[in-house]
């Protein structure tokens, strides 16, 4: 079996690739090569622009039996993409995301795939829903065979955070400086390594129970978020010092966070993988916080050296924190 990738070498397309030569698919990426990622070395590479409509139709037209799809972010695309690969694949692969399910839930419950698609929060998670209308709208006119995956928030080389950047976390933490911990930091978190992703999103490649079907793909036990921190200061054998605030508080520093913190990450999100166990089989989540967070830590190492200055998240950070500590010793 042919598989496309288009991507290939992201956080998570990375892993996905290399557990689908495991499997024995034959796998070609298409990118623009500007990533020094490491492939295995049966992996065909093509190198282009997507946005070279004749490049990338040539490829579409090579009738690849699946076609992962990392890398849209809009309708737009999503629409070419339907008249592109329409009658060229057995099966298109759409990676949404989980933030497109509504959060917070109405009563207290894990996220399945029937859990509705709403977010008011976020524009990104609503483009996403509206690409997952539009193919799944063409998959029920016979158009284009689709499966879609929605991810949680999945790690392998970028640390997570619950606010701002994960990189400049990390650069605070290396110099010291206390992070910001929205809510109480015991809010539940789910994480997963794409290393444990991959095993079962390979698995519905070119698997006839996938298609028509959306699933989403995460480890069943979460973390609070001081857990996660904790662990990354501990990989980058440092203290962690940290404050507490309110997200409301934080949004009227940095009102651009308001996506990010209240369409997804201040919510408490578990999630039944049992959808996906039963088309993919069971599998588990084997690498643990700890690990990813060394492996994490050592890929930040690699390119900390070229990591710009961000003197403006600096500032916000500071004047909050301050202004924090000036309420609690009132």
């Known amino acids: 079996m042919r598989i496309l990738y288009?991507?290939?070498?992201?956080?998570?397309?990375?892993?996905?690739?290399?557990?689908?030569?495991?499997?024995?698919?034959d796998v070609t990426v298409f990118n623009r090569g500007n990533r020094s990622e490491s492939l295995p070395d049966s992996v065909g590479v093509i190198k282009g622009d997507m946005n070279d409509d004749a490049v990338y139709k040539k490829i579409a037209?090579?009738?690849?039996?699946?076609?992962?799809?990392?890398?849209?972010?809009?309708?737009?695309?999503?629409?070419?993409?339907?008249?592109?690969?329409?009658?060229?694949?057995?099966?298109?692969?759409?990676?949404?995301t989980a933030s497109a399910y509504h959060k917070p839930l109405d009563r207290y419950s894990v996220i399945t795939e029937k859990t509705p698609l709403q977010n008011a929060y976020w524009e990104y998670s609503r483009?996403?829903?509206?690409?997952?209308?539009?193919?799944?709208?063409?998959?029920?006119?016979?158009?284009?065979?689709?499966?879609?995956?929605r991810p949680s928030h999945t790690y392998r080389k970028r640390f997570p955070t619950p606010v701002f950047?994960?990189?400049?976390?990390?650069?605070?933490?290396?110099?010291?400086?206390?992070?910001?911990?929205?809510?109480?930091?015991?809010?539940?978190?789910?994480?997963?390594?794409?290393?444990?992703?991959?095993?079962?999103?390979?698995?519905?490649?070119?698997?006839?129970?996938?298609?028509?079907?959306?699933?989403?793909?995460?480890?069943?036990?979460?973390?609070?978020w001081l857990e996660i921190l904790s662990a990354m200061a501990n990989a980058?054998?440092?203290?962690?010092?940290?404050?507490?605030?309110?997200a409301m508080t934080i949004l009227k520093y940095a009102p651009e966070?308001?996506?990010?913190?209240?369409?997804?990450?201040?919510?408490?999100?578990?999630?039944?993988?049992?959808?996906?166990?039963r088309i993919a089989g069971d599998f588990s989540c084997d690498v643990s916080l700890e690990q990813g967070m060394v492996g994490v830590a050592r890929a930040f190492r690699e390119?900390?050296?070229?990591?710009?200055?961000?003197?403006?998240?600096?500032?916000?950070?500071?004047r909050i924190i301050a202004d924090q500590r000036a309420l609690a010793n009132e």
């Open 61 to 96: 037209q090579q009738q690849f039996d699946a076609v992962c799809q990392f890398f849209i972010f809009e309708p737009a695309q999503a629409k070419r993409d339907i008249e592109f690969f329409s009658g060229n694949t057995g099966q298109y692969v759409f990676i949404s």
């Open 165 to 224: 950047d994960g990189d400049w976390t990390a650069q605070r933490m290396l110099e010291g400086k206390s992070i910001l911990v929205p809510g109480d930091g015991t809010s539940l978190w789910t994480l997963t390594h794409a290393d444990d992703f991959a095993k079962p999103f390979a698995r519905l490649l070119c698997n006839e129970k996938a298609v028509g079907e959306a699933f989403h793909i995460t480890r069943d036990q979460p973390y609070t």
């Open 6 to 25: 288009i991507g290939g070498t992201g956080e998570i397309s990375a892993s996905c690739v290399s557990e689908s030569v495991k499997l024995g698919f």
């Open 257 to 277: 966070t308001t996506g990010e913190l209240l369409g997804d990450k201040i919510q408490s999100t578990i999630f039944n993988n049992d959808k996906v166990k």
């Open 236 to 246: 980058l054998e440092v203290n962690f010092d940290y404050v507490t605030v309110a």
């Open 303 to 318: 390119r900390a050296d070229s990591l710009p200055a961000r003197p403006e998240l600096d500032m916000v950070c500071t």
């Open 127 to 149: 483009k996403k829903i509206a690409m997952e209308e539009l193919l799944f709208e063409a998959h029920n006119k016979g158009r284009i065979p689709v499966t879609v995956i």
